[in-house]
């Protein structure tokens, strides 16, 4: 088997050191297997992506010293496949549209009935189910005006889900990952495949473009594994190969803080400027070159 990596990050902003030291383990794993590391821009978001921080992402990643075939997969050029997997999950009767604003969520979630603290999910509170049981005609087609959800209690069933995890999870965690069908139930909820201002979510794309890729090792963040649940069940859905999974440590600042692209003092332009050079970067992450 050729291992394929890929790099995927959002054109909204300056690359940091963050994102430098998710880009150079995925290339460095591709390298050190004599395999194939991939670029992909996630550019869903068409109101916060711009072309000069695209093209900064390539500026600053060939700076680095990292390579890539061409074309580029971009998000914004492969909607039909994401409209695809939305027809099919509808066809099945797994999603249902939701028009719940963040305040009607919180307030539903934090209602004496429910009980207890609102839970905290992957995606921020886990939604209490309000839109679920609303009548739906048979037969009628996929709406485009609404947020769309999937319906995780028909979704899993009584099925268990499972990964491999090369890295280590928040706590630790690799080797065979059990994913329980209560937890995805009670503690992830119904997440949103297809936001009303997209026509789809991370958690639907990224899916489907690592198996378009045909991505057999997915690096990133400890932040993004308790997704990986999300995405083992829509892999399982879709009939999708499950890749390995290999969540890295996060770059933090001095004060122990994951970096955001707000942090432009430690944006990868701002070391060029300074002089320093890839190495001094690598270094700088603790990354030794392969």
């Known amino acids: 088997m050729t291992i394929r990596t890929r790099f995927a990050p959002s054109p909204t902003g ?7 030291f998710s880009a150079l383990v995925a290339s460095d794993l591709a390298r050190q297997a004599q395999g194939q590391f991939l670029l992909r821009i996630e550019d869903i978001d068409t109101t916060r992506s711009r072309p000069v921080w695209e093209a900064q992402i390539f500026d600053d990643l060939h700076w680095l010293g990292l390579d890539w075939p061409e074309p580029v997969l971009r998000q914004s050029e492969n909607m039909a496949a994401y409209e695809a997997a939305l027809d099919r999950l509808w066809q ?69 889900y499972d990964f491999s995890e090369t890295g280590a999870g928040p706590e630790g965690q690799s080797g065979r990952i059990s994913v329980h069908s209560d937890t995805l139930i009670h503690t992830i909820g119904d997440v949103v495949v297809s936001r009303r201002d997209m026509g789809t979510s991370y958690h639907l794309s990224v899916v489907i473009d690592d198996a378009a890729q045909q991505i057999t090792h997915v690096t990133r963040g400890a932040d993004l594994f308790d997704a990986t649940r999300i995405h083992v069940v829509l892999q399982a859905l879709l009939d999708l190969p499950t890749p390995v999974y290999h969540h890295h440590r996060l770059i933090r600042d001095m004060d122990g803080k994951r970096l955001a692209k707000r942090d432009d003092a430690r944006a990868l332009s701002t070391y060029r400027a300074r002089g320093l050079g890839p190495d001094d970067i690598r270094h700088m992450l603790g990354i030794v070159l392969p």
């Open 92 to 160: 099945l009767g797994l999603l249902y549209p939701c028009t719940c604003k963040r305040r009607d969520i919180l307030e539903a979630a934090s209602a004496p009935q429910e009980g207890g603290k609102p839970i905290i999910g992957p995606d921020g509170l886990v939604y209490p189910g309000t839109c679920r049981d609303k009548p739906r005609a048979p037969g009628s087609p996929r709406p485009r005006d609404a947020a769309l959800r999937l319906d995780m209690r028909r979704a899993v069933r009584a099925q268990g």
């Open 14 to 20: 300056p690359l940091h050191l963050g994102h430098a």
